[in-house]
Each structure stands twice: as structure tokens, then as C-alpha cells.
């Protein structure tokens, strides 16, 4: 059973950081690409950052290239998303996903970001 599980959320100030994480279990964790997306109040998702298993290839989006970066552990079977100067429109709930056999998420964790 895939199990996905963000932390590292809260509530921050415009030009602050944070880190996210993302533990997963019940999946070859080290053979697939991980992602982080997004939903903003009243918006669709977004397609924030993706890597490959390897750790190496990466995808950032525009909206938050410069400033989000995306990585993992494969040891640990962790995928980290680092985000610095946040703005406010980086407020939403931020999940962790894979495309394992039809592809799962997790439930979120969310960021708050203040003007």
C-alpha cells in the first residue's frame, strides 16, 4: 500500500524558507519519479517539482524556478522540497506524489505565506 506522508509546512513570512519532506513507504521508491505539487484556495493543481530516481534530472516550474529546489534520498526513501524568498503566492497545500501504478498523493502539508 503506497504511503505518502508530508511535514515541514507552516506559516512564514514573504522572503522566508522552508523545507518540506516527504516519507514514502509501500513502493520501489528508488525506481520512480517523485514530484511535489500544489493547490492555491480556489485554483487547480500545479506541477511544482519533479525528479527522477536517480536524483539527478529534475523539473522545475516557472512559477518557482530560482527558488524551489527538489531532491531526495533514496537510502532514506525521502523526497525534500527546499523553498526560499517564498511570496504570498506560494500559499497552498503542498503535496507529495508519485505516478506508481496510477499514481497517488499524499494528504498535504500547508504553507502559509504572509505579505
Known amino acids: 500500500q503506497v504511503q505518502l506522508v508530508e511535514s515541514g509546512g507552516g506559516s512564514v513570512q514573504a522572503g522566508g524558507s522552508l523545507r518540506l519532506s516527504c516519507a514514502a513507504s509501500?513502493?520501489?521508491?528508488?525506481?520512480?519519479?517523485m514530484s511535489w505539487l500544489r493547490q492555491a484556495p480556489r485554483k487547480g493543481l500545479e506541477l511544482v517539482a519533479s525528479?527522477?530516481?536517480?536524483?539527478?534530472?529534475?523539473f522545475i516550474g516557472n512559477s518557482v524556478r530560482g527558488r524551489f529546489t527538489i531532491s531526495r534520498d533514496n537510502a532514506a526513501s525521502t523526497v525534500y522540497l527546499e523553498m526560499i524568498d517564498l511570496k504570498a503566492e506560494d500559499t497552498a497545500l503542498y503535496y507529495c506524489?508519485?505516478?506508481?501504478?496510477?499514481?497517488?498523493r499524499g494528504q498535504g502539508t500547508q504553507v502559509t505565506v504572509s505579505a
Open positions: 506524489a508519485t505516478d506508481w501504478r496510477g499514481g497517488s
Open positions: 525528479v527522477h530516481s536517480d536524483g539527478r534530472s529534475t
Open positions: 509501500g513502493f520501489p521508491f528508488n525506481r520512480v519519479v
